[in-house]
């Protein structure tokens, strides 16, 4: 052994540690993770040529080698309390309230509130410094000896930082971030292993390792908020000065814990937390209050295992298990057939979900969902439900993968799927009354013709009865036949001819979207109406005229093309002419500067290219207004980087969504002269 080789080695374990501290207490990383990892091969290098040097502490040593027989007993000598829930902004009142008529206390309380994390509660005593042992909270008084597993985690230090108490026991929550949950679940599904169905379960999983090698491959974090046992240090008066102290020690403590004052500090707390949920790196199930005052704490003490001093506020679960009943395909506008699965009601959310989309069938093997399986259905924030994943132990014998039908199940013509293509189409085309019912529902939908009360289930009788086979059919229908429909009252009826024939005067850009063409959303719509004017001039144009037009691309093109070319489509649009409904012609060229007029855009998010000030005035040069929140009125949203919960509402109504570079384009394309 030479000096040189010892001085170096405690230079790397001094550095990895300070990396290890820097990324996981301050969230501020000095080093790429392959600079981290070439101190790590250094270090291993010297310790292998220098078995002498190898200590119990070194970040090399975080991996025990040899898988153990079962986990040791450790009892608590500070008990591992849970806590109690609060479902209800009155349930925090009231725990509020209790704890100023057990103090006799008046005025406003401190409380330092922190998310929940969804993870595993541990222990990890460190004495001179030196983390000793570790331990699952168990019931509380007796935990399982995880030592060896909370090693290999390094956001846990194997030594405290500066002056350490004797004793010193820390108490957090050990998880995995969603991120590494997903890359762990990713490597698992590529290698044919099991997955978790979440990352409170893979936590728990992977830190009940009896062979800590298996540990130490798997993403795991921990925060801490608690101290147990203490010793050789005078002990925080206060619950913010505890977390202080354990960030000084070099122990990761959320970013996200803020002192509040009293009730209503907390339920605001709950509130802002509660908004930013899906956008945390972790899942977190509610926020927690705790009594700032240490020796009110103690004046408090708690009952059976849950602190009088501290309550956990839950947000409504975003994720339930639920049984898959049956998966059945709907056929859509394009003849698209999509698998849903029809659950067994569950309340996720706030609200109750009992059919979720699984968008195609690759999806759905991809997650190999069955009739019969348990699944894991998340609904985070406002966006529509989905299955997450499948629970495999719980699948009952004899279920079958799913399989895509041959034949549509509507009208039984053949389903064809298109070479390198997710989607499976039933060819029905305008004979498959699901395929005429939706692009009814889309040529009446308040973007398109905006026919207001021709709602689903009248769409859906009057192709029954074979009342209305195109579009154009809805224009002759009469106030007696629409009397005669379920729902349909003499008025009603009246009403809804109203509607129909306000709708015959209509634009050129909402007659060419609603015309129900593929790939031919609203943008689009717009995009060929401004450049071709009239409709008579695109139905003469061929696919390379129509990829002139800014945005156009060879698949969209053939789509406008094909529709166009369809001796049954140019029937409809005779037919709509013949019934009185009249699009005016559009000046190919911008006029006026104006040519946004009547549309309304919510920007959200952050644009690289221009501030938000920069992109309102250019819309409102081209006659465009600009709102602050998304409604059903809303044309346009706009979505720059790290949009959030104005997408999803957008999402959620089917509203077109622009990224950046779609928008410049537009904004481009609409320049006023
Ligand atoms: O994040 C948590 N899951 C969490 C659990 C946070 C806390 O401050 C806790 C806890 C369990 C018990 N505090 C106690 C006393």
């Known amino acids: 052994m030479t000096d040189a080789a010892a001085a170096r080695v405690a230079q790397l374990r001094a550095e990895i540690a300070q990396h290890d501290y820097r990324y996981y207490v301050l969230d501020d990383p000095l080093v790429s993770d392959a600079e981290y990892d070439r101190l790590m091969q250094e270090l291993r290098a010297l310790e292998a040529a220098h078995p002498a040097l190898v200590s119990a502490d070194s970040p090399t040593q975080r991996v025990s080698g040899t898988p153990r027989a079962g986990f040791g007993e450790v009892v608590h000598q500070v ?176 970013p996200e814990t803020r002192t509040v004052r009293g009730v209503e500090g907390c339920l605001e707390y709950y509130r802002e937390i509660g908004a930013r949920r899906s956008s945390l790196p972790y899942q977190i199930d509610g926020v927690v209050y705790k009594l700032d005052s240490r020796a009110d704490q103690d004046r408090l003490g708690f009952i059976s295992r849950a602190p009088r001093w501290a309550i956990a506020h839950k947000f409504p679960p975003d994720e339930a298990f639920t049984v898959v009943r049956d998966i059945g395909f709907q056929v859509g506008r394009t003849g698209a057939l999509t698998p849903v699965a029809r659950l067994e009601p569950v309340f996720v959310s706030g609200v109750t979900v009992s059919s979720v989309t699984l968008h195609n069938i690759d999806e759905v093997h991809r997650k190999d969902v069955r009739v019969g399986d348990t699944v894991v259905v998340r609904r985070a924030g406002d966006v529509i439900p989905e299955v997450v994943s499948v629970v495999l132990d719980k699948r009952p014998p004899g279920t079958q993968p799913l399989e895509l039908p041959e034949r549509c199940p509507v009208c039984h013509s053949q389903v064809l799927r298109a070479a390198g293509e997710a989607v499976a189409r039933c060819t029905g085309g305008f004979t498959c009354r699901a395929q005429r019912q939706e692009s009814l529902r889309h040529f009446a939908s308040r973007r398109a013709l905006d026919i207001e009360g021709l709602g689903d289930k009248l769409i ?11 579009p154009a059919d809805l224009y002759s229908l009469t106030t007696a036949q629409l009397a005669e429909l379920d729902r349909m009252a003499e008025k009603s009826a009246a009403n809804l001819i109203a509607a129909i024939d306000r709708s015959r005067r209509t634009t050129l850009p909402r007659l060419l979207y609603g015309l129900g063409i593929r790939e031919v959303g609203e943008a689009t719509a717009l995009a060929l109406a401004r450049h071709f004017g009239s409709l008579e001039r695109l139905m003469e144009s061929d696919e390379t005229a129509i990829q002139q037009v800014p945005d156009v691309g060879p698949v969209v093109a053939a789509h406008v093309a094909a529709f166009f070319a369809s001796e049954d489509h140019r029937r409809v649009i005779e037919a709509l002419r013949a019934q009185g409904v009249s699009w005016p012609d559009m000046p190919a060229a911008s006029a006026g500067g104006h040519s946004l007029s009547g549309r309304t855009f919510v920007i959200t998010g952050t644009l690289a290219a221009m501030t938000r000030e920069q992109a309102q005035e250019a819309l409102s040069a081209r006659g465009a207004k600009v709102a602050a929140s998304v409604s059903k009125k809303t044309s346009f949203v706009v979505a720059g980087s790290e949009a959030g919960s104005k997408l999803a509402r957008a999402r959620e109504l089917g509203l077109p969504v622009l990224d950046e570079q779609e928008f410049l384009a537009l904004l481009e394309r609409e320049k006023p002269p």
């Open 79 to 254: 008990p591992m309390l849970s806590l109690d829930n609060a479902f209800s902004e009155d349930d925090v009142r009231g725990f509020d309230r209790r704890i100023h008529e057990r103090l006799g206390r008046s005025g406003e309380l401190d409380y330092v509130a922190e998310p929940k994390l969804d993870g595993l509660a541990v222990s990890v005593i460190y004495r001179a410094g030196r983390l000793e042992r570790a331990a699952t909270r168990g019931d509380g008084i007796t935990g399982e000896d995880v030592t060896a597993n909370v090693r290999t985690i390094r956001a846990v230090p194997q030594r405290l930082r500066g002056t350490s108490p004797a004793t010193f026991e820390a108490r957090g929550e050990v998880f995995m971030t969603l991120a590494g949950f997903a890359r762990m679940n990713e490597l698992a599904r590529a290698r044919g292993e099991k997955v978790f169905v979440n990352p409170r379960n893979a936590a728990a999983g992977s830190l009940r390792q009896l062979d800590a090698r298996i540990t130490a491959a798997r993403p795991l974090s921990a925060f801490f908020y608690g101290i147990g046992v203490l010793e050789g240090a005078a002990a925080p008066a206060r619950q913010r000065e505890l977390l202080y102290l354990l960030r000084s020690l070099g122990l990761p403590v959320s």
């Open 460 to 470: 859906e009788q009057l192709v029954e009865r074979d009342a209305v086979r195109t």
